[in-house]
């Protein structure tokens, strides 16, 4: 995925200029970005503070962890079931 040169702060000023009444052209050109860039900013980041965003951030980091972890779980139980299905059919 590109990396954005804008951090999610960043972003969340800026659209804050814009609610605040700062013109969207003059805004983009201050910024250097396009209105689409613009629009779609606003549906990912609209109406959100930086302490908000920063909590999805670690909520999404937990997420990804937990998933990591179960994956880890998961292959160590299919593991284990193999083994005793072996133990199980030797006998």
Request: include cysteine; hydrophobic fraction near 35%.
């Amino acid at each position: 995925m590109k990396q954005s040169r804008f951090t999610e702060t960043q972003i969340v000023g800026i659209l804050k200029q814009a609610d605040a009444g700062v013109p969207i052209d003059d805004l983009c050109r201050q910024n250097g970005i396009s209105r689409a860039t613009y629009y779609q900013w606003k549906s990912k980041y609209g109406g959100l503070e930086a302490s908000e965003l920063k909590r999805i951030k670690e909520l999404e980091a937990e997420n990804t962890e937990l998933k990591r972890m179960y994956a880890d779980a998961s292959m160590e139980r299919d593991a284990l079931k193999k083994l005793l299905q072996k133990k199980l059919q030797g006998h």
